[in-house]
């Protein structure tokens, strides 16, 4: 028989393990969001796309994080320009396969 004291202790453990590893990964995610803003708000001038950058970067972690590999490479902030690049050329040909909208009259 296991004794219920030691499995509830390793249960907790495990717990407490898992939300500072939740923790951390969320830490990763918003110094990531940090920089991606910081990188549009050098490639945007206008005023009205500059107000869009939070959400715009919210959006572009999102997909970085779910298309990673490994976390490490996408914690990786050498690449992150080539990451996000490589997001905008994906979005670009999404936007050349649509077919025009055309509006009704």
């Known amino acids: 028989m296991s004794n219920p004291t030691i499995a509830n202790s ?15 990964i969320l830490a990763m995610r918003r110094t990531t969001r940090l920089r ?40 990786d902030l050498s690449t992150l320009t080539s990451r996000l690049e490589m997001v905008s050329l994906g979005l670009k040909k999404l936007q050349q396969q649509q077919p025009p909208v055309i509006p009704q009259e």
């Open 10 to 24: 390793k249960d907790s453990q495990g717990i407490i393990q898992s939300k500072k590893v939740r923790s951390n």
């Open 36 to 75: 991606i803003i910081q990188r549009l708000r050098t490639l945007c001038k206008e005023d009205r796309q500059r107000k869009s950058i939070p959400h715009m970067a919210k959006k572009l972690e999102k997909v970085l994080y779910v298309s990673a590999i490994s976390l490490e490479e996408y914690i």
